[in-house]
């Protein structure tokens, strides 16, 4: 595989540096990109990057992935309006060792291969390096004319910024200059990669590596990735889409993935899966003849849920999708952990339920009146339970009068009731 063209046909080359492909058909070359530590989890925005790294190390190169430990402390100006919160060691060092276990999904870290992938943290060359030291070493080799022309800078110095720019950031792109620096001279590594805002760091680097040493360094960057509306990508009410469960439930990130629109679905599944040309064209055709089946966004939502969480998690996802459609849901119903439950149940109106109405044996037709007010009368209970339209737990109920019991429990405090084909309501047990 020839990774330019690679990259190209999959829309993910912004810009790229001249000779860098002549770079790469040289043989195994050795890439770096980097990735901010100020949480202990990847999000959607950072996925374009890492995958980067994949078609990289997947056409025989070598990726090393950087977690700026010693740059997260300052913050990068390049599209923010505002100057980000310093982290301390510690909170650092956890958080690139969970970014490793996610990187460890998409890339080769384990293998005897030459080209298996490693993680460095610029803190650890960082850190013992004076001021005086740097100034010095690196400061004199780039002026401050070659600086102030970036356009990160530019756009925060034209009034973007309300506190305008601190030194500390305008600092930045020499540090990550020096990053790339010091990558080339101890790991040979020729080329960075990014996103299309990185430009201006990146070639601060190759500069610094040609009047340092003489030597040549390439750069090559992606586009930032955008929804056709123009809306922000990887952004929802609640925020982030996060790569790890504790802050998106497979349930929510499989469900972001099937709802993009049919543009962005085609643009998407290029970028974030590693189908080939041809099946991507098929799939394409397919929407093309039957857009209501939406093969695309199908397909995307079940490549990149089993790469980022697992086969099993994209399955529960299905089924757990399938819930409030499904006259058989209560096995699914009975395995599904509490917060897919309730990421399904979103926007369903809900009740609290004290648990003594439960363990005492309340008749359902009065938990469902008098308790909880799904039916505005015990008559319309009984009518819709006698012509089949009542449900508890997907399961149809026959008896108005039965005692709600503890078996109904769902994750031990949950009861989904189901009036007519389409009004769902869940109570929720309180201790």
């Not at 956890?94 to 293998?111: E, G, P, R």
């Amino acid at each position: 595989m020839d990774f330019i063209e690679e990259l190209t046909w999959r829309g993910m080359i912004h810009t790229v540096m001249p000779g860098t492909d002549e770079q790469l058909k040289k043989g195994m070359t050795t890439a770096y990109l980097g990735i901010d530590p100020t949480a202990d989890s990847l999000h959607i925005g950072h996925l374009c990057g890492v995958m980067m790294l994949r078609h990289f190390q997947r056409c025989g190169h070598k990726p090393l992935a950087l977690v700026g430990g010693a740059t997260g402390m300052i913050g990068d100006p390049s599209g923010k309006s505002a100057e980000r919160n310093l982290l301390d060691e510690a909170t650092l060092r956890h958080n690139q060792d969970a970014i490793k276990k996610q990187l460890a999904k998409f890339l080769d870290f384990d293998s005897d291969a030459p080209n298996k992938a490693e993680m460095v943290n610029n803190y650890d060359w960082t850190k013992d390096v004076t001021f005086l030291d740097f100034a010095r070493e690196i400061g004199k080799h780039i002026t401050v004319n070659y600086m102030m022309a970036k356009d990160s800078v530019q756009k925060r110095l034209n009034g973007e910024a309300r506190d305008g720019l601190s030194f500390t950031e305008f600092t930045y792109q020499l540090l990550q200059g020096f990053d790339f620096y010091t990558l080339y001279k101890d790991k040979n590594c020729k080329l960075q990669l990014g996103g299309s805002d990185q430009w201006g760091n990146i070639t601060t680097g190759t500069e610094l590596i040609r009047r340092k040493l003489g030597g040549e360094a390439y750069a090559l960057t992606c586009p930032l990735i955008t929804k056709a509306d123009g809306g922000k990508f990887g952004k929802t009410e609640s925020g982030n889409v996060w790569l790890d469960a504790r802050y998106t439930s497979p349930y929510k990130f499989y469900q972001f993935w099937l709802n993009v629109s049919d543009a962005d679905a085609e643009k998407y599944i290029k970028i974030f899966t590693e189908l080939t040309r041809e099946e991507v064209e098929a799939l394409v055709e397919e929407q093309a003849q039957n857009p209501g089946a939406r093969p695309l966004q199908k397909r995307l939502a079940k490549e990149v849920t089993t790469m980022v969480h697992s086969a099993e998690e994209y399955e529960a996802a299905v089924e757990a999708s399938q819930i409030l459609f499904s006259n058989h849901a209560n096995e699914t119903l009975r395995k599904i952990d509490e917060a897919t439950l309730l990421a399904v149940m979103e926007g369903v109106p809900q009740f609290e339920v004290p648990r003594s109405a439960i363990e005492e044996g309340t008749k359902l037709a009065d938990l469902l009146t008098d308790v909880a007010p799904v039916f505005p009368s015990k008559g319309e209970m009984r009518k819709m339970v006698q012509g089949g339209g009542v449900s508890i737990n997907k399961e149809k109920i026959s008896d108005p009068y039965a005692p709600a019991t503890t078996d109904m429990l769902l994750n031990d405090k949950y009861i989904l009731v189901q009036r007519g084909k389409k009004n769902y309501f869940l109570l929720h047990i309180a201790d």
